[in-house]
């Protein structure tokens, strides 16, 4: 079972190989300075068969790893635990705690070289986060934290630039709303659709169109609130607006496509206005769409 790193310039997908690759792919630097770059481990001695299905396999350009080549290994660890740099370029993600904080004016601190799968299964991190779940936020006030939305409430009480959780108890309880409907009826769907296509779970065609139908109907729903309104709550961007749009940017990159897209105008242009803030494109960089939504 052969190992191949695979660089492309073009935003080409590998969907229809998907089913006879494992490996990890992944978009590395911000804008328009950016590169998709990963490993996959292939079927047999000879890769191009199952790669060459792919209509944009040209796109890339691939050539075998050795593991027991030191440089070959790292890259391929590197790839496997997101945390791949190619000329200066890094691992990109939604990076949602850092947008609250950069909306609200919030300043935090993070550790730059820290290296998932690796420092999260050291003793020092799991004293303070026993799952070792990513993120983990030390707050000044010696609480730990862990769970993404979690922190991201915590540094949104903080804010001064924005009222991120609402002004009255009725917007905060809208912010909680949404930031709930978010993770149930979108981000939920997506992961499960992801782990049945990559093989994390045994795939049944039932079961990718029950939840693929399910986020069709919480778009829709999106959709129709979004009618009528800029941002989801107020006239400001909340933290709801923040974890929506990042749970959007995953959607958008990789399964909801350009059909559906056309489908839900309001939900595309809120999750650009969110986007294009000037501090979160900042940290968000590139919006990246999918042409087309992936099968098995």
Known sequence: MPSRRGEGREPGRLETSRKHLFGSMGVLGEASNSVIAGCLLARGPDYKPVIDVAPDWESYDFEPINVDNEADK??????????????????????????????????????????????????????????????????????????????????????????????????????????????????????????????????????????????????????????????????????ADISIASILKSGFSWLIGASERATIPNTVRFYETVANQPVIKAIWGELIY???????
């Not at 496997?80 to 609250?100: R, S, V, Y």
């Not at 795939?203 to 989801?232: G, M, P, Q, V």
């Not at 999918?290 to 098995?296: I, L, T």
């Open 290 to 296: 999918v042409d087309k939504s992936p099968q098995y």
């Open 74 to 239: 790292a890259y391929f660890e590197a790839a496997l635990a997101w945390d791949l740099e190619i000329d200066g370029k890094k691992w990109a993600d939604g990076k949602n705690i850092q947008a609250a904080a950069a909306i609200g004016g919030v300043q935090i601190e993070t550790v730059p070289d820290f290296k998932l799968y690796v420092d999260n299964k050291k003793p020092e991190y799991l004293a303070k986060f026993p799952l070792g779940k990513i993120p983990g936020f030390e707050a000044q006030s010696g609480i730990n934290l862990s769970e993404t939305f979690a922190i991201a409430r915590y540094i949104a009480k903080f804010a001064k630039n924005y009222p991120l959780m609402g002004s009255t108890p009725e917007e905060a309880a809208q912010v909680d709303q949404w930031i709930s409907f978010g993770e149930a009826e979108v981000f939920t769907n997506v992961r499960i659709i992801n782990n049945l296509l990559n093989g994390n779970l045994p795939y049944n065609k039932a079961i990718d169109n029950f939840y693929r139908e399910r986020n069709t109907r919480a778009l829709k729903y999106l959709e129709s609130h979004l009618a009528t309104r800029t941002f989801l709550i107020t006239e400001r961007i909340t933290l």
